[in-house]
């Protein structure tokens, strides 16, 4: 088993992997954006559509970021005008399994959280 150094440890954006992936992923949009992709392939207007209260601003810096970690594909088609499709990468694919078990949890859970932070206030 080889030791690994400070370096090695520092060649990622971040030395802790659930901090590093959550603070990407964890953000308002990431999965929406993931679970709209689930199915098929869409284009930028679609998206936007799809997700509905997202400034076009935040929908391109968004999938800006998910595709530069891996977990979407952008394609741009030569034609006139310019067809460009957002799709799931292989890694986004991976991710569907316990995105949709968060997603899952959320949906069963969400009264009983809403009634916590009401006792709370």
């Not at 150094?5 to 060649?11: A, D, K, P």
């Not at 392939?41 to 810096?61: P, T, V």
């Amino acid at each position: 088993m080889t030791k690994t150094t400070r370096s090695e440890l520092f060649e990622f954006d971040h030395p802790c992997p659930i901090r590093d992936v959550l603070d990407r992923i964890g953000d308002q949009w990431s999965l929406l954006i993931l679970k709209s992709l689930e199915h098929n392939a869409m284009r930028f207007n679609s998206l936007h559509r799809e997700i509905g209260d997202i400034s076009r601003q935040m929908l391109s810096r968004t999938l800006k970021r998910l595709e530069k970690d891996g977990y979407i594909t952008r394609t741009v088609y030569a034609q006139v005008p310019a067809r460009v499709e957002y799709a799931l990468a292989e890694l986004g694919i991976s991710f569907l399994k316990p995105m949709n078990t968060l997603i899952q949890w959320a949906d069963e859970n969400h009264q009983a959280i809403c009634r916590a932070r009401k006792r709370q206030n």
